[in-house]
């Protein structure tokens, strides 16, 4: 399940559709109903991006009860014996959005802490998922570390469509430029189109002509 800011608790739960064969209503199972009954793996992706509301769905769920109410139609779902459930987040602060989770909610799971993926195995991902020759990964890779140390230490990129991720550069992998000046095009395009301040762009573009060894004309794109 993708959390967002605007998930309702209906994805989770479920809610009452009009049949599109009989025009009656009828109570839709939620996505994690369905999972709790049957006795599915679920994973819920971006938790700390939730709604409360939906955060207070999960604690009957996850506490000494283990039952999920379903209020809409006033019934107690217990657990299938296969039933699993798994969460992810990023940190707060440094991705937007994210809230801090209680103490006392992060204590129901066991955590694991991922750290970042180390350079090397960036650099092999983006040639396996992209084709790319190992020099542009290696390019590439550097650009990311570099565009990352200016967000920590400057005020630059401080805005939360700045952030530059490894999913960046997946998506460039997967547009598979074939020349040094491709891949500086599209990264430009990927990472610096969608900065509103100017001077970001900009030091985008400087990052990309230090690390990429091509000076992109944003002109010369359109």
Do not use: M
Not at 165 to 189: G, M, N, Q
């Amino acid at each position: 399940i993708n959390n967002h800011e605007h998930t309702d608790v209906s994805e989770y739960l479920g809610a009452y559709v009009t049949d599109p064969h009989t025009g009656a209503l009828r109570f839709a199972e939620g996505a994690l109903a369905s999972a709790v009954r049957r006795g599915d793996w679920v994973i819920l992706d971006e938790l700390n991006l939730a709604p409360t509301d939906v955060l207070e769905v999960l604690n009957r769920l996850l506490d000494d009860n283990r039952e999920l109410f379903i209020p809409e139609t006033q019934t107690v779902l217990r657990p299938h014996p296969h039933f699993a459930l798994f969460a992810t987040q990023n940190p707060p602060g440094v991705y937007g959005g994210r809230k801090v989770l209680s103490r006392a909610f992060r204590s129901r799971f066991l955590e694991l802490h991922v750290g970042d993926i180390p350079h090397a195995e960036l650099e092999t991902i983006l040639s396996r998922r992209g084709g790319l020759a190992p020099s542009h990964c290696r390019r590439l890779v550097a650009l990311l570390a570099d565009l990352q140390r200016r967000r920590q230490s400057t005020r630059v990129f401080a805005g939360r469509s700045a952030l530059v991720t490894p999913r960046d550069l997946f998506r460039l992998a997967d547009r598979r430029p074939e020349s040094l000046e491709e891949l500086a095009a599209d990264a430009f395009l990927l990472l610096a189109e969608r900065l509103r301040a100017r001077s970001d762009a900009e030091a985008v573009r400087d990052a990309i002509a230090k690390h990429l060894g091509v000076h992109v004309d944003p002109q010369a794109l359109y």
